[in-house]
Protein backbone atom coordinates (compact mmCIF):
# COMPACT_ATOMS: atom_id res chain seq x y z
CA UNK A 1 0.00 0.00 0.00
CA UNK A 2 1.09 3.51 -0.78
CA UNK A 3 1.02 6.12 1.86
CA UNK A 4 3.12 7.83 4.54
CA UNK A 5 4.65 6.06 7.63
CA UNK A 6 6.00 8.14 10.49
CA UNK A 7 8.11 6.33 12.95
CA UNK A 8 8.24 5.77 16.40
CA UNK A 9 3.96 6.76 16.76
CA UNK A 10 4.76 7.86 20.85
CA UNK A 11 8.58 9.71 21.73
CA UNK A 12 9.95 10.64 25.04
CA UNK A 13 12.96 12.53 25.22
CA UNK A 14 14.87 14.12 28.01
CA UNK A 15 15.77 17.31 27.99
CA UNK A 16 18.81 18.54 26.51
CA UNK A 17 18.70 15.72 24.08
CA UNK A 18 18.68 15.72 19.92
CA UNK A 19 16.16 13.51 18.47
CA UNK A 20 15.31 12.31 14.80
CA UNK A 21 11.41 11.51 13.99
CA UNK A 22 11.33 9.62 10.69
CA UNK A 23 9.26 10.24 8.07
CA UNK A 24 9.45 7.73 4.81
CA UNK A 25 7.31 7.79 2.05
CA UNK A 26 6.66 5.79 -0.96
CA UNK A 27 4.33 7.52 -3.21
CA UNK A 28 6.46 8.75 -5.78
CA UNK A 29 6.55 12.11 -4.11
CA UNK A 30 8.83 15.19 -4.95
CA UNK A 31 8.01 17.39 -2.21
CA UNK A 32 7.84 16.64 1.77
CA UNK A 33 7.04 18.73 4.67
CA UNK A 34 6.64 18.52 8.23
CA UNK A 35 4.11 20.44 10.21
CA UNK A 36 3.86 20.59 13.79
CA UNK A 37 0.31 20.21 15.77
CA UNK A 38 -0.18 22.38 19.40
CA UNK A 39 -4.12 22.20 21.01
CA UNK A 40 -5.54 24.97 20.30
CA UNK A 41 -2.78 26.29 17.53
CA UNK A 42 -3.76 24.25 14.16
CA UNK A 43 -0.74 23.32 11.96
CA UNK A 44 2.08 25.48 11.71
CA UNK A 45 4.88 24.92 9.02
CA UNK A 46 8.33 23.38 10.25
CA UNK A 47 10.26 22.85 7.28
CA UNK A 48 9.55 21.76 3.58
CA UNK A 49 11.37 20.44 0.93
CA UNK A 50 10.35 20.17 -2.59
CA UNK A 51 13.23 17.97 -3.99
CA UNK A 52 16.31 16.18 -3.11
CA UNK A 53 18.81 17.88 -1.44
CA UNK A 54 16.94 21.22 -1.06
CA UNK A 55 15.16 22.32 1.77
CA UNK A 56 13.63 25.16 2.87
CA UNK A 57 12.61 26.74 6.47
CA UNK A 58 9.37 27.31 7.56
CA UNK A 59 7.22 29.73 10.07
CA UNK A 60 8.71 27.47 13.33
CA UNK A 61 12.34 26.50 11.95
CA UNK A 62 14.35 27.51 15.11
CA UNK A 63 15.81 24.71 17.40
CA UNK A 64 14.88 22.07 14.16
CA UNK A 65 16.84 20.84 11.41
CA UNK A 66 15.79 18.32 8.62
CA UNK A 67 17.82 16.70 5.20
CA UNK A 68 16.71 15.20 2.07
CA UNK A 69 18.99 12.77 0.66
CA UNK A 70 16.70 10.50 -0.75
CA UNK A 71 12.99 11.35 -2.63
CA UNK A 72 11.59 8.75 -0.11
CA UNK A 73 12.79 10.61 3.38
CA UNK A 74 12.31 13.08 5.11
CA UNK A 75 13.74 13.24 8.79
CA UNK A 76 13.32 15.88 11.35
CA UNK A 77 15.87 16.41 14.04
CA UNK A 78 14.54 18.17 17.32
CA UNK A 79 17.22 19.71 18.70
CA UNK A 80 18.12 20.89 22.20
CA UNK A 81 17.55 24.68 20.91
CA UNK A 82 13.97 24.30 20.66
CA UNK A 83 12.50 25.39 23.75
CA UNK A 84 9.01 23.87 23.96
CA UNK A 85 9.32 20.49 22.11
CA UNK A 86 6.47 18.42 23.29
CA UNK A 87 3.70 18.45 20.79
CA UNK A 88 2.56 16.07 17.76
CA UNK A 89 4.32 16.21 14.59
CA UNK A 90 3.17 15.59 11.13
CA UNK A 91 4.73 14.38 8.08
CA UNK A 92 3.04 15.00 4.36
CA UNK A 93 4.27 14.74 0.80
CA UNK A 94 2.86 15.84 -2.23
CA UNK A 95 3.37 15.37 -5.88
CA UNK A 96 5.14 18.24 -6.57
CA UNK A 97 4.65 22.14 -6.31
CA UNK A 98 2.39 22.19 -9.40
CA UNK A 99 -0.99 23.73 -8.84
CA UNK A 100 -3.73 22.13 -6.87
CA UNK A 101 -1.97 19.03 -5.20
CA UNK A 102 -3.07 18.05 -2.20
CA UNK A 103 -1.00 16.99 1.02
CA UNK A 104 -1.25 13.62 2.17
CA UNK A 105 -0.27 13.21 5.41
CA UNK A 106 1.25 10.36 7.75
CA UNK A 107 -0.04 9.22 11.30
CA UNK A 108 1.92 11.67 13.34
CA UNK A 109 4.44 11.66 16.10
CA UNK A 110 3.77 12.30 19.73
CA UNK A 111 6.77 13.79 21.25
CA UNK A 112 6.69 14.12 24.97
CA UNK A 113 9.94 16.25 26.52
CA UNK A 114 10.20 14.31 30.26
CA UNK B 1 -0.71 37.52 11.53
CA UNK B 2 -2.65 34.47 10.89
CA UNK B 3 -3.29 34.53 7.31
CA UNK B 4 -5.94 31.79 7.28
CA UNK B 5 -8.15 32.14 10.42
CA UNK B 6 -11.23 29.70 11.66
CA UNK B 7 -12.93 31.81 14.12
CA UNK B 8 -15.20 29.76 15.71
CA UNK B 9 -13.35 27.00 17.53
CA UNK B 10 -16.05 24.55 18.11
CA UNK B 11 -19.89 23.73 16.39
CA UNK B 12 -22.01 21.07 17.97
CA UNK B 13 -25.30 19.96 15.16
CA UNK B 14 -27.58 17.21 16.08
CA UNK B 15 -27.44 14.57 13.34
CA UNK B 16 -29.18 14.92 9.90
CA UNK B 17 -29.09 18.58 10.36
CA UNK B 18 -26.32 20.99 7.87
CA UNK B 19 -22.96 21.89 9.05
CA UNK B 20 -21.36 24.87 8.50
CA UNK B 21 -17.58 25.42 9.17
CA UNK B 22 -16.56 28.98 8.11
CA UNK B 23 -12.99 30.24 6.80
CA UNK B 24 -11.66 33.51 6.25
CA UNK B 25 -8.18 34.54 4.87
CA UNK B 26 -6.46 37.46 4.45
CA UNK B 27 -3.85 36.89 1.61
CA UNK B 28 -5.15 37.52 -1.73
CA UNK B 29 -2.10 35.65 -3.35
CA UNK B 30 -4.03 32.45 -2.51
CA UNK B 31 -5.62 30.76 -4.88
CA UNK B 32 -6.40 26.88 -3.92
CA UNK B 33 -7.85 26.00 -1.02
CA UNK B 34 -8.96 22.86 1.08
CA UNK B 35 -10.41 20.91 3.80
CA UNK B 36 -9.11 18.34 6.11
CA UNK B 37 -10.33 16.36 8.88
CA UNK B 38 -8.50 15.12 11.62
CA UNK B 39 -9.24 12.59 14.57
CA UNK B 40 -7.18 12.83 17.56
CA UNK B 41 -4.18 11.36 17.40
CA UNK B 42 -4.36 10.94 13.59
CA UNK B 43 -2.99 12.58 10.51
CA UNK B 44 -5.45 14.78 8.64
CA UNK B 45 -6.89 13.29 5.92
CA UNK B 46 -7.96 15.60 2.67
CA UNK B 47 -11.46 16.03 2.25
CA UNK B 48 -12.13 18.53 -0.72
CA UNK B 49 -10.81 21.37 -2.92
CA UNK B 50 -11.81 23.93 -4.66
CA UNK B 51 -9.62 26.59 -6.87
CA UNK B 52 -9.97 30.43 -7.71
CA UNK B 53 -11.52 29.87 -10.72
CA UNK B 54 -14.47 28.22 -8.76
CA UNK B 55 -17.47 29.40 -5.90
CA UNK B 56 -18.55 25.96 -5.81
CA UNK B 57 -17.53 22.21 -5.53
CA UNK B 58 -19.22 19.43 -4.61
CA UNK B 59 -18.76 16.00 -3.69
CA UNK B 60 -21.68 14.07 -2.18
CA UNK B 61 -22.47 15.27 1.14
CA UNK B 62 -19.81 17.76 1.04
CA UNK B 63 -20.06 21.28 -0.76
CA UNK B 64 -17.39 23.80 -0.32
CA UNK B 65 -18.66 27.77 -1.50
CA UNK B 66 -15.51 30.32 -1.97
CA UNK B 67 -15.94 34.18 -2.25
CA UNK B 68 -13.48 36.00 -3.17
CA UNK B 69 -14.41 39.29 -2.76
CA UNK B 70 -15.02 38.65 0.55
CA UNK B 71 -11.64 36.23 1.26
CA UNK B 72 -13.81 33.67 2.62
CA UNK B 73 -14.65 29.74 1.96
CA UNK B 74 -17.03 27.11 4.40
CA UNK B 75 -18.00 23.64 3.83
CA UNK B 76 -21.14 22.46 4.04
CA UNK B 77 -22.29 19.30 5.02
CA UNK B 78 -25.34 18.00 4.33
CA UNK B 79 -26.91 15.35 6.22
CA UNK B 80 -24.51 15.55 9.31
CA UNK B 81 -23.44 12.21 10.43
CA UNK B 82 -21.89 11.26 14.17
CA UNK B 83 -18.98 9.99 12.19
CA UNK B 84 -18.25 13.68 10.81
CA UNK B 85 -17.51 14.28 14.48
CA UNK B 86 -13.65 15.81 13.85
CA UNK B 87 -11.41 18.83 14.01
CA UNK B 88 -11.66 20.40 10.43
CA UNK B 89 -9.06 22.25 9.00
CA UNK B 90 -9.17 24.67 6.64
CA UNK B 91 -5.96 25.13 4.45
CA UNK B 92 -4.63 28.27 1.54
CA UNK B 93 -1.97 27.53 -1.04
CA UNK B 94 -0.43 30.53 -2.01
CA UNK B 95 0.98 31.44 -5.19
CA UNK B 96 0.24 29.23 -8.48
CA UNK B 97 2.87 26.48 -8.17
CA UNK B 98 3.01 27.36 -4.18
CA UNK B 99 4.54 26.53 -1.44
CA UNK B 100 3.69 24.09 1.65
CA UNK B 101 0.03 24.48 2.80
CA UNK B 102 -0.99 27.21 5.39
CA UNK B 103 -3.57 26.08 7.51
CA UNK B 104 -5.82 27.58 10.19
CA UNK B 105 -6.28 26.46 14.06
CA UNK B 106 -9.44 24.24 12.77
CA UNK B 107 -13.33 23.72 14.59
CA UNK B 108 -14.21 20.93 16.18
CA UNK B 109 -17.26 19.52 14.96
CA UNK B 110 -19.76 17.59 17.15
CA UNK B 111 -22.44 16.14 15.58
CA UNK B 112 -24.92 14.58 17.94
CA UNK B 113 -27.59 11.71 17.47
Known amino acids: DGGITQSPKYLFRKEGQNVTLSCEQNLNHDAMYWYRQDPGQGLRLIYY???????QKGDIAEGYSVSREKKESFPLTVTSAQKNPTAFYLC?????????????FGQGTRLTVV | DQQVKQNSPSLSVQEGRISILNCDYTNSMFDYFLWYKKYPAEGPTFLIS?????DKNEDGRFTVFLNKSAKHLSLHIVPSQPGDSAVYFCAASPNRGGTALIFGKGTTLSVSS
Open chain 1, 92 to 104: ASSRDRGYGTEAF
Open chain 1, 49 to 55: SQIVNDF
Open chain 2, 50 to 54: ISSIK
